[in-house]
Nanobody
């Protein structure tokens, strides 16, 4: 059973920064695609950013230019650096993993709350 544990959430003022981290265990990390999703109250879970096992990245339009996803295969971690945060970024952020061959995001962490005050 894959285990994903997020950390780094919190309360920040608009314009501030946060760095989320996800530690993965029980996983051949290097062959997994990894990603960050978020869910705001009353809304569906949405993609924020993903990174393939080969290092290719994909960002939601709302995250482009402000958020950066990175991974450290030696440490089995994936991070999300979030800058210029806005109140609309407030959500629970989830780390997600996708395994070959289908690379469907179906492994989830417990989530970490990010609250951006105006």
């Amino acid at each position: 059973q894959v285990q994903l544990v997020e950390s780094g959430g919190g309360l920040v003022q608009a314009g501030g920064s946060l760095r989320l981290s996800c530690a993965a265990s029980r996983i051949r990390f290097g062959i997994y695609d990894m990603g960050w999703y978020r869910q705001a109250p009353g809304k569906q879970r949405e993609l924020v950013a993903t990174m393939t096992s080969g290092g290719r990245t994909n960002y939601a339009d709302s995250a482009k230019g402000r958020f950066t996803i990175s991974r450290d295969n030696a440490k089995n971690t994936v991070s999300l650096q979030m800058n210029s945060l806005k109140p609309e970024d407030t959500a629970v952020y989830y780390c997600a993993a996708a395994s070959p061959p289908f690379y469907k995001y179906n492994q989830w962490g417990q989530g970490t709350q990010v609250t951006v005050s105006s």
